[in-house]
């Protein structure tokens, strides 16, 4: 009997011990983030916190709902995808038991070689986002044609700005204590509403 | 073991919808007012404890204590389980509003039914009995809720047999940490307060 009174605190201190160790950690929820580079559309899934989600199916979507095609995360969470399309592609990640997470790369980020909707685009569209560099920039001993040097650009800011947007991306998942405790605010708040009601209820 | 929006279909989530809806009325009719505070007490460990990952390898798991609310709070558990589902849901995105019916109903059903199993057990017997039955109330919760997520996933479509087997075996280990902590706390709330399972055992109606 004495064993298992002081087995049951025991337990119990291991697991305000574990509390006050593991802290407001992110949770169990699968996210996914993707950037581009080039044309192909780089990503990993990840759990909450720092877990990556291996092997999970992600599939793209198009705007319209087609599908533009599926991929396999590999043992650190990553896939890529070849873009055939500039259209914006909603990725869906389903790392089963419910957990299902989405993420859309906007086709302003894939390049515009790409043809919208599968169509080849014309050259004044080619031409269309950068008309101030219109022409060629002679450049040490070469040439660079302006549509080279915007996706050069293009590759080197994507890139730049990448660990940005993970910390980000991060930073929006994690679990904060002014959360928590929040939470615990409003369910104490609720009993109170519940028990204000009852009284009422009794008076009249 | 909380499903997110987007994962199911129309039908599921509105059954869930109506399922949970009864049993929160349900709960809410048979409370006297002297156990709202322990309703909140236990939504509010609930709302925390799928806060805490412990790491077991590849992945992390949570405590749910959906046992452990269900022996204490009996039909009560649907309305501690809602507000708390609601909260992580606004607060942490862990679930979501649509779901909400269903992740409520999957959670508490287990944790009704393993107070109507269990509590004759927690209540007689003596301390080694009233652990072993706090462990199999814990156990049922975490497992009776994992068959629920897979049933649910499988009647929007996905698998059943990959879905539930996924679920429950990862969640198996769960299953026997929260026994093991609901049984703690059942001897140890039995020595200090045993007033607590002294409520009368409400008929289902």
Redesign the interface.
Known sequence: MGGFMSRGIRSIMVMLLLLLVAGPAAAHKVRVFATVEGTTIQGYAYFGGADRAQGVKVEMFAPDGTRLGETLTDKEGVFSFAATQRVDHRIVVNAGQGHVAEFTVLSSELPNSLGAGGKEIGRDELSHPAPEAAGTLSTGGGELSAVALQALLDKAVARQIRPLREQLDAYGEKVRWHDVLGGIGYIFGVAGVAFYLLGQRRSS | ????D???SLPVLAAGGVLAAGGVALGLRQLP?ER??Q??VL??VF??A??????IG???V?LVLNGLMGIVLGWAAFPALL??LL??AV????GGLL?LGVNTFNMAMPAVLSFYLCIRGIRGG???GA?AWGWCAGAMGVLGSSLL?GL??ALSGQEFIA?AQ??LV?NLPIAVVDG??T???V??MR?VKPELFAAPVPAVT
């Open positions: 073991m909380h499903i997110v987007g994962a199911l007012a709202i505070p309703v909140a939504s509010a709302f925390v799928s806060l805490v990952h412990v790491p590849p992945s992390s949570h507000i708390a909260l992580q607060f942490f995105g862990f779901v003596g301390p080694s652990f997520v649910s996933l879905a996924l679920v990862s093991l902590l049984g703690a706390a001897v140890l020595k």
